[in-house]
């Protein structure tokens, strides 16, 4: 019998790395402040009405032209290998694998995030995960950037939940990700997914898991009370299941919370195993 398989997915910026991805080198390198790019994106998806992801991937393309930044795949995959994690991110996938693996189960991480997907795949924890779902850039014949190829937003984030639902990865095919799927025919059901993040852009998933049996949970920076309110609301309203400190360090309080729901998952795939064998005997 195939090992049950639990997913768990990640936001990206605050919730694996300390800030947003292009704040490392990407901003300071064209000029500008964090504060000063992000209210130009802002004030330009304001005026426009237009997508925020769009209009922030959009003055990432322009701010380079007028400050004379190279724009090409590369110089964006550079620049992941500044990133900075959270405490004990970069180990934190090997345990948890051999965790599920001690416990008969098969983990796999994914990324799901508004973030540049480019600067995820030059980072030292890009081989952690099985796909990386964020935005990516389209590169003409010379290898530059000139326009938005996939955009993750609020929407796109939920539609990726049921890709990985029913193992449909590529982001082209819009049929078979739409076609009905008995819940037992799908690769990773939902009571088997964990969505970890930090905060209201990923209420959309976190909701969407902890409704459909999976868990749903927070992480905060501790020495942000604004962080930390933040999760705490997240819980009153109900959208998550549980809040941790964004600490991925062998022992914090996170492992041990990923554990149990692990073990969790584990106890009840079994249960069910049970339950449809013994259904088929008495068909």
Known sequence: MEKPVIAIMYDFDKTLCTTNMQE???????GLTADEFWSQSNELAQDEQMDPVLSYLYLMLTESRNHRKSIR??????????????????????????????????????????????????CEIKDAFKEIFACEFLYDENGVAVWPKNVVNYTTKTQILF???KGVMDLSDDRTVNEFTPENQRR???????YIADGVTDVPCMKLV????????????????????????????????????????????????????IDRMQANDLLLDIYEKQKAEIQ
């Open 24 to 30: 490392y080198s990407f901003i300071p390198e064209i």
């Open 73 to 122: 795949r590369e110089n964006f995959v550079k620049a992941g290998e500044k990133l900075q994690f959270y405490p004990g991110v970069k180990t934190w996938f090997d345990r948890i694998n051999q965790y599920g693996e001690e416990h008969g189960v098969s983990i796999e991480h994914y990324i799901i995030s508004s973030g540049l997907k480019e600067i995820i795949e030059g």
């Open 163 to 165: 890709r990985i639902n």
């Open 188 to 194: 990773v059901p939902f009571h088997n997914m964990i």
């Open 210 to 261: 902890k409704v459909n049996g999976g868990y749903s949970v927070a992480v905060y920076r501790e020495e942000n009370e604004k962080s930390k309110d933040t999760v705490k609301e997240l819980m009153r309203q109900d959208r998550i299941n549980l809040f941790a400190p964004a600490d991925y360090s062998q022992g914090a309080p996170l492992e041990s919370c990923i554990k149990q729901i």
